[in-house]
């Protein structure tokens, strides 16, 4: 029992110290190591297969809506980068630059993409010509680099991997179209797979994305209160086709700017998954993205026959699941508290007892309910099983989410809120970046998104009370 | 008929200058476009699916070898790549520089990784304590720069996609077992999938690769007899464990070093496949990695019934194959050219006439034969096409490597084959490396490896006279 405590000690309660106790878990849970390259990590094998299966489930809806992958070089030349002012000036501050190609300077530096908009306008300009070369519905799976100051694992690193979609349009109602598309995939993705409800809306002027008409967002919540951004998408207008000369000739004969779009999901999203679904016991990951969802765990392993029996019940179970079997020579309880802290969805105990009557027992993750079945059902129960849980899971998460989520009347509420009830805060907004810019001053609350749900819960800014012009999520984010 | 014209004409004929009907062809078949970025490629649509196809065939065969999948950072600190001497002298010329991040100089330059032996032995130095550790069989996915002079599309870019496989064993035998294992997987993916017979060997010391203790390799001839390395498999033996201090308590409880070795393929491999299969119309895939297995043309579809028709088929195989419908505007001959041009492996044409008489005429890409095929039995007929396709496909490229490939007994032979006879020279080597050096300075051909099957073809060195020791292939190399 001695083994048993330690793995467990080794992470700090959730409730004393949330951000210790993140850093822990994806330490024990081997999600990530550090490096010797300041602010990037190591996703580990279990944090990798979790991210294939993220790219395996969103590049299958991706194509289903006509999507096309394509690569795109890491490099950026510096004046390919100038050609959008507001972007420049976004991203210039956190770009690495490539100085020396061998032993030679460069002539012109490069940088590190920090996303792609530029080269992605560059290919397009020589791409199209015509009506007929459009939509171009281009996506990329890739690393990119922004040099943050203060890292976290998944959250905020100075290399992390992405897929950034770039689309281009024949005209701004398709552009909007696809840009708003994309959101929904994101928020379907989040929710049917990943088990986390997300508030869809429409990013205020000062937090959309640097050259952007408009960012939509999707925004999840922690189980600590604080935000997360989930996904974004863009619409450009033609702002970067301008900048670009990317023009087509149109049926009607007359050369056009075309409509543009990109948006982009991230390893954050394992990040979100530690942050919505773990307890004090380790990960808990839905079953839909576990790369494991059942750990088969023989009881008294030495003993005649358990050990043949629980390898016939992985085979039989690997048609049907992702399942593995812990054979190791370590103690069972040792074994569980493993399966735990991996977040692996359920376990199956089976031992020289269960194997006489013909049964096992099956453990959920998240609520640890036991369930004694038998053999000849194990395959049909395990299936309810794990679609309960994936399903419980985003109730759960909802639940919480709804529980903390607040409404604020007037400044003096909001203030409290913000300091006193971690979660988000819905108030309504004059559409004044001033107001915005207070808020974030004085609670570093930041406003997250106008939600697509408007609602008109008072008629006045929650902050300088005059007319109001939008109801807004604010909170506290990573 | 202008336009089909236009279509094959802007490919330059293979006999006449391979150089540039291979450029045509990458360009023509919409596989690449060149950037700003210098020396470095987009790789489209087109181009990409082969890769996603690789990829997947690849990484199914590396699991079942036990392969787990990670992502390591792309940066290497100066300190960390000089660790290694012979490494850091093979790949330090030819890296990319980081000296800025943000605004700010860095403390200490940071390569792109060009490879990443030393990232991940860093990474193992924290990992591996124990036996129970080992082994350690990891790969990863991504992109890698090295600031090559000259760059072509898919054969030499400044950066370009590979998976790198980076293993860490117990012992000495075991470390060895699994560099051979990887190359039978690369030589069993190339002959089974991309249908390209390879030979494989071992590199001589001079061809080996910076820090290695053996570098095996498959080689496989291109149509104009020019050899491509193909795959490469490193044993390191305890050298880098050595530099990065990576030991761990073995069962007798000695401390001891770990053993290591790394593998690799890359987009290189697109290259290969249209310098082995294509032909003066374009492109010819084989068909089991071609994204589009089968393209179904309409003829005369603006006549009533056979867009229906020709989408009823098109549904009906897609359970069975990836298969497209060109329902545009273009003309029959134009979609025929297309078609070739993209090297889809078979077309299936659909006019009127075929639909009263309830056929249609399946025409195989690599043959240009043709077969009319009631339509009940299409879905049987099409199978029998592409397997038998992928068979001859890869027996026709075994045959002309064969028909390529000379046996020289002496000096005076040599240089008259490497002049004349474009192929693979097989010659007996000394194993001076003086020898190789004279070779490649007054024939430009290098040692290409010491196959596996060794003969003896002669009793003495093809170059000095002295007594010969291993067989080798000779060749001119991409």
Not at 2 to 20: G, H, P, R, W
Not at 236 to 262: C, E, M, P, R, W
Not at 421 to 434: E, L, N, S, T, Y
Request: contains cysteine.
């Amino acid at each position: 029992m001695a083994k048993e405590k330690k793995l467990v000690e080794a992470i700090t309660s959730m409730d004393v110290d949330f951000a210790q106790w993140y850093t822990d878990v994806v330490k024990k849970a081997e999600l990530v190591d550090y490096t010797s390259v300041k602010g990037c990590m190591v996703i580990k094998p279990a944090g990798y297969a979790i991210w294939e299966n993220i790219q395996h489930e969103l590049d299958r809806r991706f194509k289903e809506t006509g999507v096309e992958n394509v690569y795109l070089p890491m490099f950026i030349p510096e004046s390919l980068l100038q050609k959008e002012k507001d972007h420049v000036e976004g991203f210039a501050p956190e770009v690495a630059w490539v100085t020396h190609g061998g032993l030679e300077p460069l002539q012109e530096r490069l940088c590190v993409r920090p996303t792609s908009e530029t080269l992605f306008c560059d290919f397009y300009a020589n791409e199209v010509q015509s009506y007929r070369d459009l939509p171009k519905v281009y996506n990329q799976w890739c690393s990119v680099v922004r040099w943050e100051k203060t890292t976290r694992p998944f959250l905020r690193s100075r290399e992390f991997l992405w897929q950034e979609g770039h689309t281009a349009h024949a005209t701004a109602e398709e552009a909007e179209e696809r840009t708003i598309q994309m959101l929904h995939v994101y928020a379907k993705f989040c929710e049917e797979v990943l088990a986390i409800p997300v508030i869809k809306g429409q990013k205020t002027d000062k937090e959309k994305f640097a050259g952007a008409e408009a960012t939509y967002t999707i925004e999840s919540l922690m189980h600590d209160g604080k935000a997360l951004q989930s996904g974004t998408s863009h619409n450009f207008g033609d702002g970067f086709a301008k900048a670009f000369g990317i023009q087509f000739t149109d049926k009607d004969n007359t050369l056009k700017y075309v409509h543009q779009t990109s948006w982009g999901m991230t390893t954050r999203m394992i990040g979100a998954i530690i942050m919505v679904h773990g307890d004090d016991s380790g990960l808990v990951l839905p079953p839909r993205i576990a790369p494991t969802q059942v750990m088969v765990i023989p009881i008294a392993q030495h003993k005649s026959g358990v050990l043949e029996k629980a390898q016939e019940i992985r085979e039989k179970l690997s048609g049907a699941f992702r399942v593995k079997l812990d054979d190791s020579d370590k103690s069972p309880g040792w074994k569980f508290s493993e399966q735990e802290m991996k977040g692996i969805p359920v376990r199956i105990e089976l031992g020289p007892k269960d194997i006489e009557a013909n049964q096992a027992v099956l453990v959920r993750r998240d609520t640890r309910e036991k369930l004694t079945v038998s053999l000849d059902e194990l395959e049909e129960k395990l299936g309810q099983v794990l679609t309960a849980m994936q399903t419980e899971m985003l109730e759960r998460a909802r639940a919480h989410r709804d529980a903390h989520t607040y409404d604020a009347q007037n400044y003096e509420e909001f203030v409290d809120i913000v300091n006193n009830k971690p979660g988000f805060v819905r108030g309504m907004w004059c559409g004044d970046q001033a107001c915005e810019d207070k808020i974030k001053e004085e609670t570093s609350a930041t406003s997250r998104c106008m939600p697509f749900q408007q609602e008109r819960i008072a008629e006045t800014c929650v902050c300088c009370g005059r007319p109001a012009k939008s109801l807004v999520y604010w909170g506290k984010a990573y």
